[in-house]
């Protein structure tokens, strides 16, 4: 007959426990103190200033090798979020991190920013897409978070122009699950007459508020927190957004997840200044422009097929140098640096008018 155990025992054994995890995280971030030591002394050696402590590439390859070993009862997420929150901890000890974002404050680009980054990284707000990569090109910023696309509504566009003038590579992505909801300083869907948001959410909403607001006004500002800010402060306004900018604005949730489907995720890209190395699971951004002439889409695809690489996403955006002339946006499994990868890119790079690898970056992590 097994032994029952008693509160006061496994309250004793969780003490124990915590003792040991507290013990285990000190000597890890003494190993990060270590690990700047190291990365400094280097630089000073090879005669070199800067010195690049976050590595996208063995972030990734850390959490996916948390993941791989987690036998619950946490799922795999929650174990991601808690070696996320460590690894950030201890990468402030090396240097504090300087994170650009689509603001203001509250909005999901923040959201996704604190995801991918950790919370122990100082994050500095900007109020247009090209704001963020200027930050981020001047070094005022080691990275930027921009939104590039959403599974009910599309890319953004301004972001994928952007990186026709921009010298930045992607370093990474980010998935965020988007529930929108209603806020409000009303606490009644009748007393509302003008609802804010950013386009892409009116469009993620529209049929809830088709049924609910059908005569409500719409108006489409810069982001979802801007239009909390607009609905703290007018009297029988409210806005899509974010519970944490309900928080931050002190707005009523009248009612939540408001979005038309259940499954909205929005695609956030991470943007810096240097390359990333393989980490085993990688994604290569490519920007593409084809002379204009029978079957040239074709063209441009044979290298992928003939070398065995996946295409994940193509799209095509007006490459503003001439009427009805288009760059595409090509998303492709694999790193540059990986043999049948670089093959295609050779391959492409004969018949393309102009070919820009935007980066290789590690594939998101829950």
Not at 152 to 167: C, K, N, P, R
Not at 211 to 234: G, I, T, W
Not at 263 to 270: C, G, K, V
Request: aromatic share 6%.
């Amino acid at each position: 007959m097994t032994k029952k155990i008693s509160l006061p025992e496994i309250r004793s054994r969780i003490d124990a426990l915590d003792e040991q995890i507290q013990e285990l995280i000190r000597q890890r971030a003494e190993c990060a103190l270590d690990v700047a030591k190291s990365k400094r002394a280097e630089a000073e050696l090879n005669g070199s200033e800067a010195t690049d402590f976050y590595r996208p590439e063995r972030e990734a390859e850390v959490l996916r090798m948390v993941q791989d070993r987690n036998n619950g009862p946490l799922d795999d997420e929650t174990v991601a979020h808690l070696f996320r929150e460590l690894m950030s901890a201890c990468l402030a000890l090396q240097e504090p991190m300087k994170i650009a974002y689509l603001g203001p404050e509250g909005t999901f680009t923040q959201a996704a920013a604190l995801k991918h980054f950790g919370k122990s990284i100082n994050t500095v707000s900007h109020g247009a897409i090209d704001e963020v990569f200027r930050d981020v090109e001047a070094g005022n910023a080691h990275y930027g978070v921009v939104p590039v696309e959403n599974s009910t509504e599309g890319v953004i566009s301004h972001t994928l122009d952007m990186f026709m003038q921009s010298s930045l590579q992607i370093s990474g992505e980010v998935e965020l699950r988007i529930h929108h909801n209603l806020l409000s300083s009303e606490s009644d869907l009748s007393a509302i007459t003008k609802i804010y948001s950013h386009q892409q959410s009116l469009a993620q909403c529209r049929e809830w508020l088709d049924a609910n607001l059908p005569h409500a006004e719409r108006v489409a500002v810069s982001s979802n927190a801007d239009a909390a800010k607009r609905a703290a402060n007018e009297k029988g306004c409210a806005a899509i957004a974010s519970d944490t900018a309900a928080s931050i604005y002190d707005l009523n949730i009248v009612t939540a997840n408001i979005e038309d489907e259940p499954d909205n995720t929005t695609r956030f890209l991470i943007i810096g200044r240097n390359e990333v190395d393989v980490s085993g699971n990688d994604k290569t951004t490519l920007l593409v422009s084809i002379v204009n002439k029978h079957a040239a889409l074709h063209e441009l695809l044979t290298p992928f097929a003939n070398n065995n690489v996946s295409l994940t996403r193509i799209e095509s955006r007006p490459s503003r140098q001439g009427m009805w002339d288009y760059v595409f946006f090509i998303d492709i499994d694999g790193h540059r640096n990986d043999a049948a990868v670089k093959k295609a890119l050779h391959d492409l790079e004969k018949d393309a008018a102009m070919l820009k690898v935007l980066g290789s970056y590690p594939k998101a992590v829950l």
